[in-house]
């Protein structure tokens, strides 16, 4: 097995692309294990695709062996490996759970189109913080905080839970927006989640914060840029290719 691993934005993930369909959420738990395998926050698997519609589609693991439906950083990422391997040009369009994904890559740049964002609810208290509940292809809540310091992982896991979403808590500072999150399937703070920016991003914009382009920096620190146009959330920042692995047998 040839496989490679990826970084966007602080999200690393393990990629690699065959003809089998198969459940590989066994293989996501090994290979994803920080002190036993590789390490990485998801496993995704590049399946061929119906050329007439898409390049390719994928299989996301998470790292606990969970499925999601989409990942924002993943799909850079996803994007930058495929055009790298002959799959694709570097314009692109490949199947997620969440639907078709619309990629293009400019050297280490990637920037991915998202699928619109349904509300699911907004304005409601909980845990003492009020929050908005939308989903970007995958379910998140969002808080905004004048003090990111007051990011609580208990009362984040609680949530979870409740929920059965992400939680993000963002702060907007000089016109940029900073910001933290727990993501359900790793059961942790993670150092980005790309769907998640784009949840406090469209939150912003429903609440009148900011304008249409903004600038967003995660935990990892690292810079994206996000626009709103045409009732689509466009994702784009900086893909780093890891390492790859020639043959890894399992």
Known sequence: MQISK???????????????????????????HRQFGIGADGLVVLLPGNLDKYDFKWQFYNSDGSIATMCGN???????????????KEKTKFLTGA?????????????????????????????????????????????????????????????????????????????????????RGVEDETLACGTGMAAAFFSAIRKNLIKDSLEVYPKSKEKLILTYKNNKIYFKGKVVKVFDIIEYIN
Request: hydrophobic letters at 40%; charged letters at 30%.
């Open 6 to 32: 990826y970084s966007a934005s602080g999200n690393d993930f393990i990629i690699f692309h065959t003809f089998l369909e198969l459940d590989r959420s066994k293989l996501a738990k090994k290979l994803c």
């Open 99 to 183: 639907g078709i994904i619309e990629a293009r890559v400019e050297n280490d740049i990637v920037e991915s189109t998202l699928t619109p964002t349904k509300i699911v609810e907004e304005e409601f208290k909980d845990s003492g913080f009020v929050w908005s509940f939308y989903d970007t292809g995958v379910p998140h809540l969002v808080t905004f905080v004048d003090d990111l310091d007051i990011f609580d992982k208990e009362i984040a896991r609680e949530l979870r839970q409740k929920y059965n979403a992400n939680v993000n808590y963002a702060k907007l500072e000089n016109d940029k927006m900073y910001i933290r999150t727990y993501e």
């Open 74 to 88: 993943a799909s850079r990422a996803v994007a930058h490996y495929a055009y790298n391997n002959g799959l694709c």
